[in-house]
């Protein structure tokens, strides 16, 4: 397992590294860039709570510093891309994911000219996209675009008609969300046996460090999947009365290593 580094660590060698270790505004220079850097995350639409994995401190991976310092630099100059994220001026301002993409981009541009190999390179490119959340929650802004560019090109319809081709549409998002809607309910279920099955090989208590016997990154997103699983049991009384109806107990009982590191 890799060694962690918090935040507040990597801004430190950032403040170090442009000479405020002895500066009499470095704990000022701290409280600033560790605001900007919330800032950054709020306004990107991220999830601050997801970077804590579980914990108090937000933290990285050891490899995954170089990266970090990338952009904790620009927070702390003020400059390039990052700044116009955190500035002021765009405080009210909605930024597509076209614009994170170009963030990103932006940033992988600059840590090109530190000498990162390609494939150093592609981590990046993968790392910014997950703490940004550049995919899947972006590509539901883009279906969102989409329906409204269908209401948009109906022109050569006449009214009737442009009523008729929208209820297609509806027809076939109700169909779609009803069959996600089963294979979730399927796939809870299944998640279920799953745990039952591997509770009884190794006792009552299973907690996340020994459930997923993966790689640590793999591990982790299974683990914020199985938080969200328990999150939409605890927001559906329906699902909720399903799933424990099947297991005979609590959904918090069944998924309990999720709901201890949550």
């Known amino acids: 397992m890799q060694e962690k580094i918090t935040l507040e660590k990597i801004i430190k060698e950032v403040l170090e590294d442009h000479g405020e270790k002895d500066s009499v505004s470095y704990e000022a220079n701290m409280r600033r860039v560790r605001r900007a850097f919330d800032i950054l995350i709020e306004r990107l639409g991220s999830n601050k709570e997801a970077l804590k994995h579980g914990g108090k401190n937000i933290e990285f991976k050891e490899s995954e510093k170089s990266f970090m310092k990338v952009i904790i630099s620009q927070l702390y100059d003020n400059e390039g891309m990052v700044a116009e994220f955190v500035n002021e001026r765009n ?43 550049i995919s899947p929650l972006r590509s539901l802004e883009y279906c969102h675009t989409l329906i409204d560019c269908l209401a948009l090109n109906l022109q050569d319809l006449t009214y009737s008609e442009q009523a008729k081709y929208l209820q297609r549409v509806e027809w076939i998002l109700k169909k779609e969300f009803a069959i996600r809607f089963v294979e979730l309910t399927l796939n809870i279920e299944g998640l279920g046996m799953l745990i039952e099955e591997r509770r009884k090989l190794v006792g009552d208590d299973i907690y996340s460090e020994n459930f ?35 297991f005979g107990k609590r959904a918090e009982e069944i998924f309990n290593y999720a709901v201890l590191d949550m």
């Not at 932006?106 to 996209?129: P, V």
Request: no cysteine.
């Open 91 to 133: 405080r009210d301002k909605t930024f597509s994911s076209k614009d994170v993409r170009k963030l990103i981009q932006a940033l992988i541009d600059e840590a090109d000219k530190t000498g990162m190999n390609e494939a150093e390179l592609i981590h990046l490119a993968q790392f910014f996209s997950n703490i940004f959340l």
């Open 212 to 246: 997923y016997e993966y790689d640590e990154e793999i591990r982790y997103e299974y683990i914020q999947r199985d938080k969200e699983v328990i999150k939409r049991i605890q927001e559906d009384d329906d699902l909720r009365q399903y799933i424990e109806k099947k």
